[in-house]
């Protein structure tokens, strides 16, 4: 009776800890999809800024 209530709590844990690192994992790839994301529309901001058109319109409080 002890034995198998040690299996069920070991496979429990090992399932428990497959889904943890699953989860890690998943939000890992969704932070350099936000990253990729960011740095991409850094990139448009500074064409926007350097933009003499986009800058005049800003100064003029447009």
């Known amino acids: 009776m002890n034995d198998s209530l040690s299996i069920i709590i070991i496979l429990l844990s090992i399932a428990g800890l497959s889904w943890l690192s ?3 994992i998943d939000q890992q ?3 350099v ?3 990729q994301q960011l ?3 850094q990139i448009k901001y ?3 800024i350097n933009d003499p058109l986009v800058r005049d319109a800003m100064e003029a409080g447009g």
């Open 33 to 35: 999809k936000l990253e």
């Open 29 to 31: 790839k969704q932070i």
């Open 22 to 24: 699953y989860t890690i």
């Open 46 to 48: 500074k064409i926007i």
């Open 39 to 41: 740095q991409y529309e």
